[in-house]
Structures are given as C-alpha cells and as structure tokens.
C-alpha cells in the first residue's frame, strides 16, 4: 500500500496563478483533510471532508477550494495564488468518524508563490 | 477553548541523554484524544502514539515512554538514551470527542536535536 500520496511535491507559482494539488489515498478512508505548516505554527486545518461528494472548512479556507468527487483523492485548489500561501501542505486521511481516529499524513507538497 | 502548548521550540542535547519534551493541553470536553507525531529532516509525519482520556497508565515503547497526567493537563513524551536519528519536529495534538471532533488540534511543535 502506498498509504496518502500528494502531488506535486515541489512547486513554484506567480502571485496570481492557479494550481490544483492532488491527495490520493488506498486505505479505503472515509475522512480526508488539508493542512498547512508554517514556520512556528505548527499545523492548521484548512478544509476537510467526511465523504465522497462533502466538503467542510477548516481553520484557515480563505483562498483555497476543495473538492471530493471520489472517495480516494482530495483536491485541494488555489485559484489566485497569494505569497501568503506560501507554505508546505499536508494531506491526511483518517478511517471514519471519532475522536480516536487517528490521521495518516502524505509526505507534503512544498509550494513557493513569488 | 481547546489548545495544545509545546512551550519547548528547540532542544539540544548529546547522544545517549535522555530528553523530555512537553505537551500541556486546553479542554472543555472529558473524553479527549491526545497524540504525538514525528516529522523527521524528510519532512513527513509519523504517528507515534494515540492516548485516550481515560487511560492514564504510562506507555512505554522501546526508548519511548509517554506520561499522562490529566491533574496537570499534560502529556509529556521521553526519550530515554537518546539518538541522532531522533532528531525531528515533534507534535503533540489533542482530538475532542464533542466539540471539535474529527479535526486534529497541533500545537507549535518541537524540534529536537541530537549531536553524535
């Protein structure tokens, strides 16, 4: 199993550009989450989802889009990207609901927007 | 409100020493998750242990210990003969069971670094 994938793992955008990053996981889980780590604040919620087809925001959605249309892969997209987006995400998934779930993290993808 | 403190932003220490890294934590609910995570220089994150509010037995993994003690709202994990490949970020997070449940609350992190 290769467990949570993202795609890029490297990225380098104009102030203005889009970009679509790409989570995809082969665990079957029900939940999947996008964060985002910055220097000195640890991690921060920025959407998540409960199912195929839902959608939630998290702690920090403002110019970020998600979508979930099948259940293995969470896009997570900026549609005019900001230097304060500049940051590394993380991609989780988890099995279902629960306090007790525990979260499955892909390697990152470090993005730079110029 | 719920809130995880890493007060500790960077520690030092040689091989072989054993080093404590503090997690106090923030909640209103009384069945809580708490966990700790590694980031190691790779930059992914590996979970290393979850612990729920009930249980407040010490666990011990190998060099690893954690204790918990919810009289001091703390969950503090041990590294006992430290290693250099031990160096990492290291983050506690806590999950409530009814006010924000099924979202992960980080704290700040700490970075651990162990010199040969």
């Known amino acids: 199993n290769a467990g949570v994938t993202q795609t890029p793992k490297f990225r380098v955008l104009k102030t203005g550009q889009s970009m679509t990053l790409l989570c995809a996981q082969d665990?079957?889980?029900?939940?999947m989450y996008w964060y985002r780590q910055d220097p000195g604040m640890g991690l921060r919620l920025i959407h998540y989802?409960?199912?195929?087809?839902?959608?939630a925001k998290g702690e920090v959605p403002d110019g970020y889009n998600v979508s979930r249309l099948k259940k293995q892969n969470f896009l997570l997209g900026l549609e005019s990207a900001a230097p304060s987006q500049t940051s590394v995400y993380f991609c989780?998934?988890?099995?279902?609901?629960?306090?007790?779930?525990?979260?499955?993290f892909g390697p990152g993808t470090r993005l730079l927007v110029l | 409100a719920q809130k995880v403190t890493q007060a500790q932003t960077e520690i030092s220490v040689v091989e072989k020493e054993d080093v404590t890294l503090d997690c106090v934590y923030e909640?209103?609910?009384?069945?809580?998750?708490l966990f700790w995570y590694k980031q190691p220089p790779s930059g992914e994150l590996v979970f290393l242990i979850r612990r729920n509010s009930f249980d407040e037995q010490n666990e011990i993994s190998g060099r690893y210990s954690w204790n918990f003690q919810k009289s001091t709202s703390s969950f503090n994990f041990t590294i006992t003969a430290s290693q250099v490949v031990d160096s990492a970020v290291y983050f506690c997070?806590?999950?409530?069971?009814?006010?924000?449940?099924?979202?992960?609350?980080f704290g700040t992190g700490t970075r651990l670094q162990v010199f040969p």
């Open positions: 665990m079957n889980h029900e939940y």
């Open positions: 997070a806590l999950s409530e069971a009814v006010h924000n449940t099924d979202k992960l609350i």
């Open positions: 989780a998934s988890a099995p279902g609901q629960g306090a007790y779930q525990t979260q499955y």
């Open positions: 989802s409960v199912g195929e087809g839902t959608t």
């Open positions: 909640t209103r609910d009384t069945t809580y998750y």
